[in-house]
Nanobody, 126 residues
Framework: QVQLAESGGGLVQAGGSLRLSCAAS????????MGWFRQAPGKEREFVAA????????YYADSVKGRFTTNRDNAKNTAYLQMNNLKPEDTAVYYC???????????????????WGQGTQVTVSS
């Protein structure tokens, strides 16, 4: 069982930055590939970024490529999502998710992930 907890959300002006953290309860954090998703009101939860268990490979949705960066510190059982040049359309609840590393590097399909955090709100004002 892995418990995930996001933090770092908030209100920021367009063009600003935020860094989200995803803290995991398990010492086996390094066994899991991590994904970041977001869900805006009235919309489906969508893939944002992913990072493999080793931190070597990262993947991004086209909408955030070049603006968002994900990394992880396995010694701290924490993954991060650095968000720069934020836009109003980035406003959403952001979630981190974990899936065991024995499959593909990442999934765009949210249903493939086993564990989820509770989410953190990110609001970008224009």
């Amino acid at each position: 069982q892995v418990q995930l907890a996001e933090s770092g959300g908030g209100l920021v002006q367009a063009g600003g930055s935020l860094r989200l953290s995803c803290a995991a309860s398990a010492r086996t954090f390094s066994w899991y590939n991590m994904g970041w998703f977001r869900q805006a009101p009235g919309k489906e939860r969508e893939f944002v970024a992913a990072i493999t268990w080793s931190g070597i490979n990262t993947y991004y949705a086209d909408s955030v490529k070049g603006r968002f960066t994900t990394n992880r510190d396995n010694a701290k059982n924490t993954a991060y999502l650095q968000m720069n040049n934020l836009k109003p359309e980035d406003t959403a609840v952001y979630y981190c998710a974990a899936v065991y590393k024995d499959g593909p590097d990442y999934y765009v399909d949210k249903n493939k992930y086993t564990y989820w955090g509770q989410g953190t709100q990110v609001t970008v004002s224009s």
